[in-house]
């Protein structure tokens, strides 16, 4: 009778632990993965940034805020952890392998993957993370996937002008020598803003009618 009670007692107790320490912890695990992966990529300077700069620092950043985070929740306590489902995990985890399959070529055994560049990794990589929540909608995902990756394309490959393929390779042969690589990103970053930003109003206008439509049958009613 004794060793239950002292089980149940020992599961409240694993139960009572913050959510924000474990939260932190994962953080500070995911930034020492991120520099231990980036350490051989040249950082280069500020002036000219290498392909390492970008990473390094972002896992550092991530790796101290889960040192801030683990410390407030140990200071201020919070909610206990609770149990999570498989789904998140899992439908992330996919999210970032098919990312890493298809920005660039991939070799997996008898197999290579086209290389599709951020164009068509991005928005893939952000609609199939959306699904990782059941309350997940196909237009939004798509709304957020089209204009997160216009801006990743400008910050990275137009501002910081960091080496990370952009275009599916069979694209950027055909477009080579015909329009300058700047312009074609610009462009291409414009097109995918402008699509995300017209879906975002269509959204919003059939939103609006449905509100009518429920509106005008409550006062018939």
């Given at each position: 009778?004794?060793?239950r009670?002292s089980?149940?007692?020992a599961?409240r107790?694993?139960?009572?632990i913050p959510?924000?320490?474990?939260?932190?912890?994962g953080?500070?695990?995911l930034?020492?993965?991120g520099v231990?992966?980036?350490g051989?990529?040249?950082?280069g300077t500020?002036?000219?940034m290498g392909?390492?700069?970008l990473p390094h620092w972002?896992?550092i950043g991530?790796?101290a805020?889960?040192?801030?985070?683990?410390?407030?929740?140990?200071?201020?306590?919070?909610?206990g952890l609770?149990?999570?489902g498989l789904?998140g995990p899992v439908?992330?985890?996919?999210a970032?392998?098919a990312?890493a399959a298809?920005?660039?070529?991939?070799t997996l055994?008898?197999?290579t993957?086209p290389?599709l560049?951020?164009?068509?990794?991005?928005?893939?990589a952000?609609?199939?993370?959306?699904?990782?929540s059941?309350e997940a909608?196909?237009r939004?995902?798509l709304?957020?996937?089209?204009?997160?990756?216009a801006g990743c394309?400008?910050l990275?490959?137009?501002l910081?002008?960091?080496?990370?393929?952009?275009f599916?390779t069979a694209?950027?042969e055909?477009?080579?020598?015909t329009?300058p690589?700047?312009?074609l990103?610009?462009?291409?970053?414009g097109a995918?803003?402008?699509?995300?930003?017209?879906?975002?109003?269509?959204?919003r206008r059939?939103?609006?009618r449905?509100?009518?439509?429920?509106?005008r049958?409550?006062?018939?009613?």
């Amino acid at each position: 009778m004794s060793d239950r009670s002292s089980g149940a007692e020992a599961v409240r107790a694993h139960s009572r632990i913050p959510q924000n320490v474990v939260a932190g912890l994962g953080l500070v695990l995911l930034g020492v993965f991120g520099v231990w992966a980036t350490g051989d990529l040249p950082r280069g300077t500020l002036g000219a940034m290498g392909p390492g700069m970008l990473p390094h620092w972002v896992a550092i950043g991530v790796a101290a805020s889960g040192v801030v985070l683990a410390v407030t929740g140990l200071v201020r306590g919070g909610e206990g952890l609770q149990t999570v489902g498989l789904r998140g995990p899992v439908v992330v985890v996919l999210a970032i392998l098919a990312f890493a399959a298809t920005i660039r070529p991939a070799t997996l055994g008898p197999i290579t993957t086209p290389g599709l560049g951020l164009i068509v990794a991005g928005p893939l990589a952000v609609i199939l993370a959306g699904y990782a929540s059941p309350e997940a909608r196909f237009r939004e995902l798509l709304i957020l996937a089209l204009l997160l990756t216009a801006g990743c394309m400008l910050l990275f490959g137009d501002l910081l002008n960091l080496p990370i393929p952009l275009f599916p390779t069979a694209f950027v042969e055909a477009m080579s020598g015909t329009i300058p690589s700047r312009v074609l990103l610009r462009l291409m970053a414009g097109a995918l803003a402008l699509a995300g930003l017209g879906l975002l109003v269509l959204q919003r206008r059939s939103a609006r009618r449905g509100e009518t439509d429920v509106a005008r049958h409550s006062m018939t009613a």
